[in-house]
């Protein structure tokens, strides 16, 4: 009798153990509740194939028929990944809120499936600071040919100034409620570079002087020369003459009274201007 017991107690231990294993590997086997994957955050910031690094010279020269185009150091320089190689990292191209550049060199490995908000975060982005390129790191850029990246091109705007007579003098407009930018009809909305300039109406809505300035996004060049005659009164339009000095893709920006007006051009060669 005592025998029995025990082999039915050896028995029993056997089945709870047994009985164990098989939760443990049932266990194992169903798939947990995960996340859907993150974005990869390295593929949305990258344009390809990009070699040119932004910037632009604050001195204007004597010859803007023939600018000297020199790189300009970036305000700014930070390595997040100081452990590796230079040729290992990225170079990622900011532009401030202020309008200044900085680079970021850093592991590409480290950003991805970062979601944006934390990729912004490790890269210490503020709030208005945007990203305006990022390059591979030399040792995976192999042969790859250089390929130019897009130039994000403001639209024209639908609307137009307030004012019947400025509003009659294009179709293409950029503005706001309180500043506007109307390109002559005469460059059928084509921007182009050139020592001669384009002739540019704004129309401000509310008091102040016009300031004009611009940069090339997508290389080092002079600045934009800008041209502001007086006599336009302190509101209403005022004539202007703009001077890129290269072309490529420029940022201008308009400002008067605290108000800033921003757009985004494409520039062409000045040989394909048809006002000579």
Not at 62 to 86: A, H, Y
Not at 189 to 203: D, I
Request: hydrophobic share 35%; charged share 20%.
């Amino acid at each position: 009798m005592k025998l029995s017991r025990k082999i039915t107690g050896t028995i029993i231990g056997l089945l709870l153990i047994v009985l164990s294993i098989l939760v443990f590997v049932i266990r194992a086997q169903v798939p947990t509740s995960t996340p859907p994957p993150l974005p990869d955050i390295e593929k949305s910031l990258a344009l390809p194939g990009a070699t040119s690094t932004p910037g632009f010279d604050e001195k204007r020269p004597d010859d803007m028929g023939m600018p000297t185009v020199t790189p300009i150091p970036f305000k700014v320089s930070i390595d997040l990944s100081k452990d590796i190689p230079l040729k290992d990292k990225s170079r990622i191209i900011v532009q401030t809120k202020d309008g200044e550049y900085k680079e970021i060199l850093i592991a590409p490995d480290e950003l991805v499936g970062l979601p944006e908000n934390r990729a912004r975060t490790l890269l210490g982005l503020s709030e208005g600071d945007r990203i305006i390129n990022t390059i591979p790191p030399q040792s995976l850029m192999g042969n790859i040919p250089h390929q130019q990246p897009p130039c994000p091109v403001t639209p024209y705007a639908t609307g137009r100034p307030p004012d019947r007579h400025t509003a009659s003098f294009t179709e293409t407009w950029y503005g706001h409620e309180a500043l506007w930018a109307g390109l002559s009809p005469a460059y059928n909305g084509t921007w182009y570079a050139g020592p001669q300039g384009l002739k540019v109406l704004w129309y401000r809505s509310v008091a102040g002087k016009l300031t004009v300035e611009g940069q090339r996004l997508d290389a080092a060049a002079p600045s934009l020369q800008a041209d502001i005659p007086e006599g336009y009164g302190n509101s209403g339009y005022q004539a202007s003459g703009l001077v890129f000095p290269a072309e490529g893709c420029w940022e201008v920006t308009g400002r008067v009274a605290g108000q800033a007006l921003r757009f985004v051009v494409s520039v062409h060669p000045a040989a394909e201007n048809p006002i000579k």
